[in-house]
């Protein structure tokens, strides 16, 4: 197959999976895993090959990929319920969010140049903010904003109508490697990265902003931006392999419709690196360990608190570089994997992760962190299946655990906020070694 048929196939990917809509709706803000064998393994796979996801885990790995393509598509099943109490007032209500299934495409390329050279794409998508609540206080006129809002009852956050974020977050990642010894390999990923984005129902923040036209309910808004990812990829040893990347932050364009909600109008990806060890302790089994980092807090409008401009809205009003946002710290994640090979055909596969979650539980995180859940837990199981020589099915089921997360209202001085959000997540791939 000559190149320019592989960069046409590279870049279908990317269209198909940028018009599915919505992507990932909630368990954080990164994916448990990209590509067929992360998602069978909670994620835990940057020291082990097995598709061409490399460009989003660790690029090094593309070099022994071999000449492949991986299509997959994840049926994501997120519940999410919100409550508060000790108000006193019609805000001690819950809701649940409608948004509650998304159909989730992905697929990678690679393609062995020579003996020390492969290149590919990989193509996927990051998210963790959608959220829909439609409950109300019922009460006529108990919004924060008459002015935007008129008479209208009240929603969670004290502005009208539904409330909640959506936004898809895609990214293409072309990525060249360099085999320097037989048993290593290095690789760059330029991070091409689009976002969507929406918000509705945050009427009450308008008066806090900078651009107070510019915080909620404009419809989609769409920006661009770049990044990269390096890597590196050893096997030492027939039983030892060993990986890193380091990912940079992903400067984002500013989304002008709502550059009076985010601190400084943009949504950056924050830098983040992993490291991971696999072990083969026979030829039939491999253990892997993985660390992941994602530094939230260097972000503004992921860093910055949310008491930020409740307590200063004259000094750095919302949408400022000083505005409110979620108070995320940065974060660990660790995670373990197993693989079995049962059969020369069928090798089966489990992980499980955990990580603190990025948000704190007190009043000057807790409000906002209501409308992008985190769950502390994930597991996965699945399954590799050969076909035939040039064709493998593979298919997984993961789940974050249920979680409740609570704190002091800053809506609500006095008050109580509580979400409990689980995920259930099915995956089916595909692929081809050409």
């Given at each position: ?207 806090l902003s900078e651009h107070p036209g510019r915080v909620t309910n404009r419809g989609y808004d769409i920006a661009f931006g770049l990044g990269l990812r390096i890597g590196w990829y050893a096997q ?149 299946w050969q076909l035939s020589e040039d064709h493998e099915l593979h298919g997984s089921a993961g789940h ?35």
């Amino acid at each position: 197959m000559s190149i320019r048929k592989g960069l046409w196939r590279g870049l279908a990917l990317a269209f198909a999976v940028a018009s599915a809509g919505a992507a990932q709706a909630a368990g954080g803000y990164f994916a448990m895993g990209y590509g067929p064998v992360a998602r069978q393994m909670a994620g835990a796979t940057t020291a082990v090959t097995g598709d061409a996801f490399a460009g989003a885990s660790n690029p090094g790995k593309l070099v022994f990929a071999g000449d492949r393509l991986d299509l997959g598509v994840e049926l994501f099943m997120p519940s999410r319920r919100i409550e508060r109490s000790g108000s006193g007032t019609p805000y001690d209500f819950h809701s649940v969010s409608r948004n509650s299934l998304f159909l989730i495409p992905e697929g990678a390329y690679s393609r062995q140049l020579n003996d020390r050279l492969a290149w590919g794409i990989t193509v996927y998508g990051n998210g963790g903010l959608n959220t829909e609540y439609t409950d109300t206080t019922g009460v006529p006129g108990s919004n924060g904003n008459p002015a935007a809002c008129g008479a209208a009852a009240g929603n969670f956050l004290l502005g009208c109508g539904k409330l909640g974020f959506d936004l898809t977050q895609l990214v293409v990642a072309p990525t060249l490697a360099w085999r320097p010894t037989p048993r290593q390999g290095l690789g760059i990923a330029p991070l091409i990265t689009a976002q969507r984005f929406k918000a509705y129902g945050l009427q009450a923040f308008a008066p806090l902003s900078e651009h107070p036209g510019r915080v909620t309910n404009r419809g989609y808004d769409i920006a661009f931006g770049l990044g990269l990812r390096i890597g590196w990829y050893a096997q030492p040893t027939p039983w030892l392999s060993l990986g890193a990347a380091y990912a940079t932050r992903t400067f984002m364009q500013k989304f002008d419709k709502y550059e009076g909600l985010f601190a400084e109008g943009t949504f950056d990806v924050p830098e983040n690196f992993n490291v991971g060890v696999a072990l083969r302790p026979t030829a039939d089994w491999l253990v892997s360990l993985d660390v992941q980092r994602i530094n939230f807090a260097g972000v503004n409008s992921l860093g910055n608190g949310v008491l930020n401009t409740l307590t200063d809205p004259a000094g750095r009003p919302l949408g400022s570089a000083q505005g409110s946002g979620f108070n995320w710290r940065d974060a660990n994640t660790y995670r373990i994997g197993i693989a079995y090979s049962w059969s020369p055909r069928l090798t089966l596969r489990a992980g499980y992760g955990y990580g603190a979650r990025p948000n704190d539980d007190d009043i000057n995180t807790v409000s906002f962190n209501m409308l992008t859940p985190n769950q502390l837990r994930q597991a996965s199981v699945g399954f590799s299946w050969q076909l035939s020589e040039d064709h493998e099915l593979h298919g997984s089921a993961g789940h974050y655990f249920e979680s409740t997360y609570r704190g002091p209202s800053a809506a609500l001085p006095g008050a109580t906020e509580k979400i409990r959000p689980h995920v259930e997540m099915l995956m089916l791939a595909w692929s081809w070694r050409l």
